[in-house]
T-cell receptor
């Protein structure tokens, strides 16, 4: 079993829809949780970064962490065609070196 | 511009050849990382470095060599390239306690 599981999709939604992206994990020691966005032929770009459980909002994006269920989510409100990308969840146990485990990524298509 | 730069962006080589991928960051981050990204596997850590002259193996280090003589540079060398090393390679950097920031990758094809 992988430490981090993420549905690869693809997920296709109409413009303006609310998108929900999710990851599950097995290691309860993870404390730092991140979402990266990756456009085609580009590197992953940090989108959201949270510590421990709870919610964090940044514009149209909301990250949720439920450590009791070992489940993290990224919500995108009012989705735009420019949101079409691969979204990678990522998590880490500690700050030392910040070694990070990545999900395989979910491909999202937002149709105009 | 500040950031992390990888070169070359694209490389085609033959099996058995030595190839070096370059990574340069201007943030003076302590930590640097090399990943490979393959369909179905996501990002897998090859090597990382906590500081100049300090490197350590990641999940898939076999067939790769790294060095870090200067804080800003972290080259990755494939000593004798194999077809299984065809991949997209990403370099990343971070400061302690902070998330990693990535370059735009090198797409490497080994024929």
């Amino acid at each position: 079993q992988k430490e981090v599981e993420q549905d690869p999709g693809p997920l296709s939604v109409p413009e303006g829809a609310i998108v929900s992206l999710n990851c599950t994990y097995s290691n309860s020691a993870f404390q730092y949780f991140m979402w990266y966005r990756q456009y085609s032929r580009k590197g992953p770009e940090l989108l959201m970064y949270t510590y421990s459980s709870g919610n964090k909002e940044d514009g149209r994006f909301t990250a949720q962490v439920d450590k009791s269920s070992k489940y993290i989510s990224l919500f995108i409100r009012d989705s735009q065609p420019s949101d079409s990308a691969t979204y990678l969840c990522a998590m880490s146990k500690d700050t030392g070196g910040f070694k990070t485990i990545f999900g395989a990524g979910t491909r999202l298509f937002v149709k105009a | 511009d500040a950031g992390i730069t990888q070169s070359p962006r694209y490389k085609i080589t033959e099996t058995g050849r030595q190839v070096t991928l370059m990574c340069h960051q201007t943030w003076s981050h302590s930590y640097m990382f090399w990943y490979r990204q393959d369909l179905g596997h996501g990002l897998r850590l090859i090597y990382y470095s906590a500081a100049a002259d300090i490197t350590d193996k990641g999940e898939v280090p076999d067939g790769y060599v790294v060095s870090r003589s200067k804080t800003e540079n972290f080259p990755l060398t494939l000593e004798s390239a194999t077809r299984s090393q065809t991949s997209v390679y990403f370099c990343a950097s971070s400061e302690s306690g902070q998330p990693q920031h990535f370059g735009d990758g090198t797409r490497l094809s080994i024929l």
